[in-house]
C-alpha cells in the first residue's frame, strides 16, 4: 500500500490520512484576524501616496502571515499518498508538510521536514 515516501511516512507513524485532511482544514482556514490582515494590506496598498504611516502601517503587519485559506483537498492527499508529485505545486506540499508536522507535535513525535515526505 506504501506507494511513495509520504504514504509510508504516513504508514510509519501511524497517521490517518483523513486525520491529515481534519488538521490542514483546522490549520489553513481563515479566521477574523488573517482577514483584518488582507484588509490592512489592501487599505495600504489603495492609499501609497500616504507616505510614512502607510509604510509603517505594512512593516507592522507583515510580521504576523495570513493563513492561505486553502486547505488540503482529497485530491491532493490522493496524489501524495499514489505518489505522483509532479501533479503536486510546491504550496500545497508545504499544507501537507504543515498539517503533518502538526499532527506529529500532537503526538509528542519530531518534526519531519519536506525532503522526507516528498
Known amino acids: 500500500m506504501a506507494d511513495s515516501k509520504f504514504a509510508s511516512l ?6 490517518d490520512p483523513r486525520r491529515v485532511l481534519a488538521a490542514s482544514h483546522k490549520l489553513e482556514t481563515l479566521q477574523p484576524e488573517d482577514r483584518a490582515i488582507r484588509l ?3 487599505r495600504a496598498k489603495a492609499g501609497e501616496g500616504g507616505g ?3 509604510a509603517e502601517g505594512g512593516e507592522k503587519k507583515e510580521t ?3 493563513r492561505s485559506g486553502r486547505p488540503v483537498t482529497q485530491r491532493a492527499l490522493d ?6 508529485n509532479a501533479a ?4 500545497m506540499k508545504t499544507r501537507l508538510l504543515r498539517a503533518v508536522n502538526h499532527l506529529l507535535e500532537q503526538k509528542k513525535q519530531d518534526k519531519v521536514d519536506l525532503k522526507a515526505l516528498f
Not at 496524489?79 to 505522483?84: D, E, I, N, P
Not at 503536486?88 to 504550496?91: Q, V, Y
Open 64 to 66: 504576523t502571515k495570513p
Open 10 to 15: 504516513l504508514a510509519s507513524k501511524k497517521i
Open 52 to 54: 510614512a504611516s502607510a
Open 40 to 42: 490592512a494590506k489592501r
Open 88 to 91: 503536486l505545486s510546491g504550496p
Open 79 to 84: 496524489a501524495a499518498l499514489a505518489g505522483r
